[in-house]
């Protein structure tokens, strides 16, 4: 296997007695296959193609299914991609995603790849505006060339141009960050959370705009009331968790 093979239809149909749709399994090849997170975008606009990850070729790479012929097609070639740190822009028709230390993009049909960012250090969870002009991140401080040592243990919200230049801090906190999430519609929204043990988070999810100025608590939260899992609904209106 390698970027740009095609793997034969692996797709199997099941038709229980009382389902009222039929249920189609995608792959079969004893290897992880998974979506790329609850809240990234997988399908084309069109709805016929899925893009998904999978350790099928040894190690975890992108492929886009064609979901008319369930034939897939390898995206990535990589030995250290981060299954839980990637997203799809549908504006550019590209994967971004973290690759061990380099933020990287994919186009999905021409495969044409290129470095964003290369520092040293793996980050977090990453999301795309919707413009597909930026990036936006997680990473430890520790991690980050230009942090003193007051901020040594704590973890940081950046940003980055998706052509590789002006990145920036956008804020800092004690609490490890969880999910990071552009609006679907609104290339300035950044919905984010911050994550602990139990109900030890007061305020899990917020918001705030690309410079980290504007912002603040999204929705208050009930004492001993446990959020995760946020995501904005396609309209971009809405944010849901569980």
């Given at each position: 296997m390698g970027k740009g093979n095609r793997t034969k239809a692996e797709a199997r149909k099941f038709d229980g007695e009382r389902a009222l749709k039929s249920t189609i399994q995608l792959t079969d090849n004893g290897g992880n296959n998974r979506h790329m997170g609850l809240a990234c975008p997988t399908f084309s606009a069109q709805g016929t193609k899925l893009i998904y990850i999978s350790d099928r070729d040894g190690s975890m790479n992108f492929y886009l299914m064609d979901l008319r012929t369930f034939e897939?097609?390898?995206?990535?070639?990589?030995?250290?991609?981060?299954?839980?740190?990637?997203?799809?822009?549908?504006?550019?028709r590209e994967i971004f995603y973290w690759d061990r230390n380099a933020v990287k993009a994919v186009e999905v049909e021409t495969l044409d790849e290129r470095t964003i960012y290369e520092k040293g250090y793996q980050g977090g969870q990453l999301s795309v505006s919707c413009d597909g002009k930026l990036v936006a991140f997680s990473a430890k401080c520790d991690h980050i060339p230009g942090f003193?040592?007051?901020?040594?243990?704590?973890?940081?919200?950046?940003?980055?141009?998706?052509?590789?230049?002006?990145?920036?801090?956008i804020l800092t906190s004690s609490l490890p960050l969880g999910r990071v999430q552009f609006s679907p519609v609104d290339p300035d929204l950044i919905v984010y959370s911050w994550e602990g043990s139990g109900s030890a988070v007061a305020q899990s999810a917020w918001y705030t705009d690309t410079s980290g100025v504007a912002g603040g608590p999204l929705g208050a939260q009930n004492p001993n009331e446990i959020r995760m899992d946020e995501f904005f609904t396609s309209s971009g209106e809405r944010v849901g968790y569980r």
């Open positions: 897939s097609t390898q995206l990535t070639e990589g030995k250290g991609i981060f299954a839980g740190g990637s997203w799809f822009c549908a504006a550019t003193s040592e007051e901020f040594r243990g704590r973890t940081a919200l950046m940003t980055v141009s998706a052509r590789g230049e002006g990145v920036h801090p």
